[in-house]
């Protein structure tokens, strides 16, 4: 059996101002959906492991991405919890669209969830 070192375990990192950077290309997309699924696997996979990553941007950028991720979060959770007809998930939806909407006002990137 393999010892594994602190400096070989890798945390995905995602940067938030590649649009502005004018690097947005088709694998950053790939990327930043790997890193997406990722965080997200984590957030819902009991015991899905450690929930650190890197994000890089300005505090505006940083802070949409995570204001959209906990809205995705709440949205999904209530989904799941009250069904697609309750009035909670139904607001819920709402406060999702707009942090997704801000988050791409913000990044100049869509967000990858519709």
Do not use: C
Request: proline share 4%; charged share 30%.
């Amino acid at each position: 059996m393999h010892n594994i070192n602190e400096d070989q375990i890798l945390i995905p990192e995602i940067d938030l101002g590649a649009a502005r950077k004018n690097q947005v290309d088709e694998s950053y997309l790939v990327a930043l959906g790997g890193v997406i699924k990722y965080i997200m696997k984590r957030m819902f996979v009991p015991g899905g492991g450690p929930r650190s990553f890197k994000a890089r941007g300005t505090r505006s950028e940083i802070d949409s991405f995570l204001k959209a991720l906990g809205a995705e979060k709440k949205y999904l959770d209530s989904f799941m919890k009250f069904g697609l007809d309750s009035p909670k998930t139904y607001s819920n939806s709402r406060k999702l669209a707009g942090a997704a909407k801000s988050f791409e006002k913000i990044t100049k990137l869509k967000w990858p969830f519709k």
